[in-house]
Structures are given as structure tokens and as C-alpha cells.
């Protein structure tokens, strides 16, 4: 029986506070998709930080897959820091942001992730009815996603090629220079920008 790969630690100094912090190094291997190493960071100012670096050189990559029952929320998810996530049937868009970060999920946790920050939407008392009825309604169609009675398609673009979709359901392809040249890269946190259509993490 094969022991999973034993974590490294670094130091470096936070970004915001300039405090001495702990940069732990993960090795993993995900199947169908290769090695891969998990980094995660935290210092008590508040500032944290999480990516997944994928170790092979990988050109610009778009991966499209087709949410049609509830088996498929079970599909691996690897979101970097550099990946976009498009929903077109709800009009999401989800960006790399300044404190982004990635992770490695499925289909239903990311469908949570967007349920977690349009459920905020509703109880903003500033928010325009407009916007809050139109959380509602986004609300209600993952709810039909989740129960097999709505389709959707899962669209992740990532310059970097550190993202992916694994599954045989989903198609993968080379995004073009200058497709990859119009997606934006960085760190991630979810801002409200146009909610609850336009997310910026």
C-alpha cells in the first residue's frame, strides 16, 4: 500500500502585516490528471492563501461539461487560482480575483459555492428588489439542478491550464492566444460586481 506523499513546510513574510508566516507543500497525485502540489498559507492578520500548482507545463484550456442528473455532481472539480467558471443558463460568471484561491471539489461543491454567496444577496438590506428577486430565482434553479430537473453547462477557462473538469462527459480543448489573453488571473474572493450574475473572488 503506497503512503501518501509526506507535506514540506517554508517561511516567507505575510504580504499585508509583514509577519513571519508558514507555507505548507503537499504533494498529490490526481488520477487522470497527474501530479499536482496542494500549498496552503494562513497568518493570524487575517491573510490566507491556497492553491493547487499542477507540475506539468500545460497550454490555455477550456473544459465544457453538461450537468444533466444528479449523478454528475459527483465529477472532480480542479479549480485554480487562474480558472473562470461560466454557468451561461444562470448568466454566472465567476472571476480570479485579488485573494483568490483554489480548490479541488465536484460539481455539487462548486454549485454550494455559488449558493453560499447568492444566499448572501438576499440578506443585504441595500440591495435593490431587482437584484435580491433575481437571487431567488437563481436560488430556486439549483435547487432543480441538484434534483435532476434542470440541465446546465459547467464552462471552466483557465490561461494557465491549472483547472480542469475530470470526467469523459466533459470536453477539452486549447483556447486560442487570444482567448486566453482576455481571462483574467490571481487570487480569489467573492465580491459582490453585478449579483448575482457577475462574481469577482
Not at 104 to 124: A, F, K, P, Q, Y
Not at 183 to 196: A, F, H, R, S, Y
Amino acid at each position: 500500500m503506497n503512503k501518501d506523499p509526506e507535506p514540506f513546510i517554508t517561511k516567507t513574510n505575510c504580504p499585508l502585516c509583514q509577519n513571519s508566516i508558514i507555507i505548507t507543500w503537499q504533494p498529490d497525485n490526481i488520477p487522470f490528471f497527474g501530479d499536482v502540489m496542494h500549498t496552503c498559507s494562513q497568518c493570524d492578520c487575517g491573510f490566507k492563501y491556497a492553491d493547487t500548482m499542477i507540475l506539468t507545463q500545460r497550454e490555455p484550456m477550456r473544459f465544457t461539461l453538461g450537468v444533466e442528473s444528479p449523478g454528475d455532481l459527483d465529477i472532480r472539480v480542479i479549480r485554480s487560482i487562474s480558472g473562470t467558471i461560466r454557468i451561461p443558463e444562470l448568466g454566472i460568471n465567476i472571476e480570479p480575483g485579488p485573494a483568490s484561491e483554489s480548490y479541488v471539489s465536484n460539481v455539487e461543491g462548486v454549485l454550494c459555492r455559488i449558493e453560499d454567496v447568492v444566499g448572501m444577496v438576499t440578506r443585504w438590506e441595500d440591495e435593490p428588489p431587482g437584484s435580491v428577486n433575481r437571487a431567488h430565482e437563481i436560488l430556486e434553479l439549483l435547487r432543480q439542478v441538484r434534483l435532476g430537473e434542470l440541465g446546465i453547462t459547467i464552462i471552466i477557462e483557465d490561461p494557465l491550464g491549472n483547472s480542469a473538469i475530470i470526467s469523459d462527459k466533459a470536453i477539452s480543448e486549447v483556447m486560442i492566444p487570444e482567448e486566453a489573453k482576455g481571462l483574467k488571473t490571481g487570487d480569489i474572493i467573492l465580491e459582490k460586481d453585478e449579483l448575482p450574475n457577475h462574481f469577482t473572488e
